[in-house]
């Protein structure tokens, strides 16, 4: 059997450029015998000696990186804040941009409308995964190479324009109440847009028997939500009690929405028996995808709520 | 209090520089790693030797050091020396080394004024 030096020796010059190998092993070698010879000299035991000395030069891959000059790091400082920047912003539109165009394909051209969340959803994740891959490799690479990108320097102008800290922008204010009005149009619109069916007649795709209670509820929960929002707008910044008014407001919203979907009330029950694929399991698939997806969106709504009026109270 | 920790790392990041000084300055006499390793720890350089002996090998390939080998002992062993080049840098260092002292101390001074 080889030594621990012998075998140490291989671990460490496996990864040391080929021309140096030879020269280094020698060096090397010659230096842990040195190392070696000094605490026999003291008394210790050969084999303690050697493992001592071996732990005490460390892990051979990071010994060889040492010699080779080469980093341990997948990304280092020099790249990590512009591969965080381009793979958020990356990530913010792409996976659901992807998502979004694969639902409605395969609700229109596969005409597969019950599929179409979870194809969208599983098509958005793969997404995510291939661009955090792909953008990560690259920057890996760069930071091997250490290839100059030759990007402009920071300078003062770039800024952000807000003076006074702002946690709540414009933007993102008038986006999210234009959604909510969005979904209130579509909870009203489908009542009268309606789906066609195979044999030509058009009906509403959530029950209108709802039409008694439960839609208009909804309806008043997105738009005080909407005076949440414009609360909000003014506050510049996330709030305790805010975040309290939103928590109700999310669960007035997906309380309502998942106890109708666990007792299959959201649906139209004439629709569900226009479709083959609804009426056999279907319509289930569809309820237990829509409460997990209004779950995850209310659960993130008020956790994202929680830190921002974190961030801000420091 | 301030923690060990915290403590430990700017000891670590004052000292890190000055273990290329000690050792341009060591090895006008020529040296083998592990001899170095022992010389600088006795002037209170305590280096760890899978630290020095790759500095020795990077400041060899920047041309601050020369090395030979030396088969007159027991075992072949590499010297290292500080070369014209390294004696040229390590002019530089000490002088800087120098300037830092004397900012420190004049801002000692200019505090307690």
Redesign the interface.
């Known amino acids: 059997m080889s030594s621990l030096t012998d075998r140490y020796l291989a671990a460490t010059l496996r990864t040391v450029p080929a021309p140096r190998r030879a020269?280094?092993a020698?060096?090397?070698r010659?230096?842990i015998?040195?190392?070696i010879d000094?605490r026999t000299a003291g008394g210790q035991d050969h084999a303690a000696a050697e493992r001592e000395v071996l732990t005490?030069?460390?892990r051979p891959e990071?010994?060889a990186a040492?010699?080779s000059?080469r980093t341990l790091q997948l990304i280092g400082p020099r790249y990590y804040l512009l591969w965080w920047r381009l793979l958020r912003t990356l990530l913010t539109w792409i996976p659901a941009a992807v998502g979004v165009i694969t639902g409605l394909v395969t609700a229109t051209v596969g005409d597969e409308p019950g599929r179409a969340i979870g194809a969208a959803i599983s098509v958005a994740l793969q997404t995510a995964v291939q661009v955090a891959f792909w953008v990560t490799l690259s920057f890996a690479i760069l930071e091997r190479t250490r290839a100059p990108l030759g990007l402009p320097e920071w300078t003062v102008d770039q800024l952000p324009e807000e003076s006074r800290d702002r946690q709540i922008s414009q933007p993102d204010s008038v986006a999210s109440v234009v959604f909510l009005l969005g979904t209130v149009a579509v909870l009203v619109g489908q009542h009268f847009q309606r789906w066609a069916t195979d044999d030509g007649s058009r009906l509403p795709v959530l029950d209108p028997a709802l039409w008694s209670f439960w839609l208009p509820a909804l309806i008043v929960v997105l738009l005080a939500t909407v005076g949440l929002e414009v609360a909000k707008y003014r506050a510049g910044r996330w709030t305790w009690p805010l975040v309290a008014v939103n928590a109700l407001l999310n669960l007035a919203f997906a309380g309502p929405v998942v106890w109708l979907l666990l007792t299959d009330r959201l649906l139209n029950p004439e629709l569900i028996e226009r479709f083959t694929w609804l009426r056999d399991g279907g319509a289930d698939d569809v309820a237990r995808v829509a409460v997990v997806v209004t779950v995850v969106i209310a659960i993130w709504d008020v956790a994202d709520s929680m830190i921002k009026a974190r961030r801000a109270a420091r | 209090m301030v923690s060990d920790e915290v403590l430990r790392t700017h000891l670590q990041e004052l000292r890190r520089g000055t273990v290329v000084v000690a050792s341009l300055v060591a090895l006008r006499r020529p040296d083998y790693g592990y001899a170095l390793l022992q010389r600088l720890a006795a002037h209170g350089f305590a280096v760890d030797a899978n630290t020095l002996y790759p500095l020795l090998r990077r400041l060899e390939e920047q041309g601050l050091l020369t090395s030979e080998w030396n088969t007159e002992e027991s075992r072949p062993r590499k010297f290292y020396r500080t070369s014209d080049d390294g004696e040229t840098v390590l002019g530089r260092l000490l002088d800087d080394l120098t300037a830092v002292r004397t900012s420190v101390t004049q801002l000692i001074e200019g505090v307690g004024r």
């Open positions: 020269e280094l020698e060096e090397l010659a230096s015998a040195d190392m000094d005490e030069l460390g990071q010994l040492r010699y000059d």
